[in-house]
């Protein structure tokens, strides 16, 4: 399956320099994240000697936890092997040498606060790889088949409705995009029902991933990852942080939906320009992505053809609004389809308090659930 950049122009050496660090990113998971168990191991042996003796269980743990990062570092490595030529029209081979020899960990003189920054941005990206391994079991593991269910198929339902295949005997006609398509499940799952379908993502950590998956695991389960591994908190048992799952679920690569199934890496507004490029447009957990959310529903509307719909599902967390150097604007549930009335869509199907939970471990004491929004919009033909 294809992967394409984003064609707009670009600062060319902020963008290698960009690309550069995610791959950083995932060669340090390994290193940063023993860094946790190593403070761990470190507090316990400054315990009075009776506190470590009760704690002799818990240390064997933290020694299988190392195990459980070597599993997931392996599959960190698979997932940034060959990411320089993975872009039909961008060749990063030239920059894959800048910047990986582990200077963010490095303090040499009177570099030691810059070093200290370098470092500490080095552990925010790789939290996003860890990020990146829960995502994985959200998308294409057994486990999170239930999240799939409650955020994927109210909106798969919605196209088999609205593009019945009585009507609709060739759906390849019908072009669907979807944009924050994350790790590519739900824009694989609308290719394989035979639609047109292209995802479009921002995030590199999301693209350099759904590339291996979409691309080298023609075998169902043939890769295990620990997704909690990570979480210190609100564990039941040791064995819960342990857990494995098995992934892919289906074989992406080795069961291609159809060819009319491609994925784009770029900023939504910068790579959609077309008007009335789409029949169809399904976002889930995307438009408070957006700083400005008008701008979003303004280009949807741009975009679709006339007659065309837009399938949304998710909450309302607006990602840029406690970003002190971004301009972000949080319009409630009601304001915002107020705009898009204003916008000129006519809302066909809207319902609130949909459950949906996102990459949540189902063993964990405290469990994140969202009363989400799930609406379907027509741009009218006139």
Known sequence: MSFAAATEEIDEVKERA??????????????????????????????????????????????????????NNTIVHLIIKD?????????????????????????????????????????????????????IVRDWSDIGAAEREQCYTPILNELEERYPKEEYSDRGQVKVLVPGAGLGRLAWETAARGFACQGNEFSLFMLFASNFILNRCPEANKYTVHPWVHQYVNNVTCD?????????????????????????????LKVYTEAEEWDCVATCFFIDCAPNVIEFVER????????????????????YSDMTTENSIEPPYDILLDIIRDV???????QTGVKTKYAQNPNSMMQHEYDSVFFVCRKPYC
């Open 300 to 319: 949807i509307y741009s975009i679709l053809q006339p007659g065309g719909f837009w399938i949304n599902l998710g909450p309302l967390l607006y990602h």
């Open 18 to 71: 960009h690309f550069v660090a995610v791959v950083n990113a995932f060669k340090y998971y390994k290193l940063c994240s023993l860094d946790r168990i190593h403070k761990s191991e470190k507090i316990i042996s400054m315990l009075p000697i009776t506190h470590q003796r009760r704690l002799d269980k818990y240390k064997t743990y933290l020694t299988k936890f190392k195990q459980c990062l070597d599993v």
């Open 344 to 350: 000129g869509f006519d809302i066909l199907k809207e």
């Open 240 to 268: 819960h942080q342990l857990l494995a799952a098995q992934f892919p679920d289906v074989r992406p690569s080795g069961d291609r939906p159809n060819h009319n199934f491609s994925m784009t890496a770029g900023d939504f």
């Open 83 to 135: 990411v320089d030529t993975m872009f039909e029209n961008v060749d990063h081979s030239n920059s894959m040498e800048i910047g990986t020899n582990g200077e963010s960990f490095g303090c040499n003189y009177n570099n030691c606060e810059i070093a200290s920054q370098k470092q500490h941005k080095m552990q925010h990206d790789v939290e996003k790889v860890q990020s990146v391994l829960k995502n």
